[in-house]
């Protein structure tokens, strides 16, 4: 049972080096979501996609974008990497169907990524 | 815009003895839904409990219980009989609307004394 799988589970990058995170969901779900979470502050989203082709802006959607030209699949896209971007990601889909509104989202176990 | 807080940034219990984690949200939706997530060192996100806001009835879940006020806009989780594998840290999350968002407070360690 794969669920959620992102990738890679770890990166140290340079400042102003370039990455794309990676999730792939195999539960043919219609909505996905990036977060970011660092110390302190809970989970928090960055952007999220409601289908294929769709991507909307979440709660702290600078420095980053993102692409969802497959169902299973949601990238993001750091273009310059700062050191503020430093934190873990997590991924997170789930069934786009109202009648599951009441579920809860099914997470990836996260990128650690560090930018020095 | 939805907010949650956990007010409490750490908190201890004893083995087999009960603990309650606090979750205050603000919204002006009606229908809606609450989360507890546990996220232990490895870093996985697991879903410990749920509510509809429509529903009356608290959930339960095993040792894990929540008492859900909508009036007051509270929603604390109760853990029972507390375990060693209980160490972690539990995060409040709100959700409503066609897109689902989560909107999750900052979160909460919860350390267990054998």
């Known amino acids: 049972n794969a669920g959620v799988t992102q990738t890679p589970k770890f990166r ?3 400042t102003g080096q370039s990455m794309t995170l990676l999730c792939a969901q195999d539960m043919n779900h219609e909505y996905m979501y990036w977060y970011r979470q660092d110390p302190g502050m809970g989970l928090r989203l960055i952007h999220y996609s409601v289908g294929e082709g769709t991507t909307a802006k979440g709660e702290v959607p600078d420095g980053y974008n993102v692409s969802r030209l497959k169902k299973q699949n949601f990238l993001l896209g750091l273009e310059s990497a700062a050191p503020s971007q430093t934190s873990v990601y997590f991924c997170a889909s789930r069934k786009g169907d109202r009648a599951y509104d009441n579920q809860p989202q099914h997470f990836g176990d996260g990128t650690r990524l560090s930018i020095l | 815009a939805q907010t949650v807080t956990q007010s409490q940034p750490e908190m201890s219990v004893q083995e087999a003895e009960t603990v309650t984690l606090s979750c205050t949200y603000d919204t002006s939706e009606s229908d809606y839904y609450l989360f507890w997530y546990k996220q232990p060192p490895s870093r996985q996100m697991i879903l410990v409990i749920r509510q509809e806001a429509y529903k009356q009835q608290n959930a339960t879940e095993n040792r894990f219980s929540v008492n859900f006020q909508k009036a007051a806009k509270s929603f604390s989780l109760k853990i029972s009989d507390s375990q060693l594998g209980d160490a ?6 709100y959700s409503s609307g066609a897109n689902s968002k989560l ?6 360690t919860l350390s267990v004394r054998p």
């Open chain 1, 12 to 14: 140290v990058l340079k």
């Open chain 2, 88 to 93: 972690a840290m539990y995060f409040c999350a």
């Open chain 2, 103 to 108: 909107t999750f407070g900052k979160g909460i």
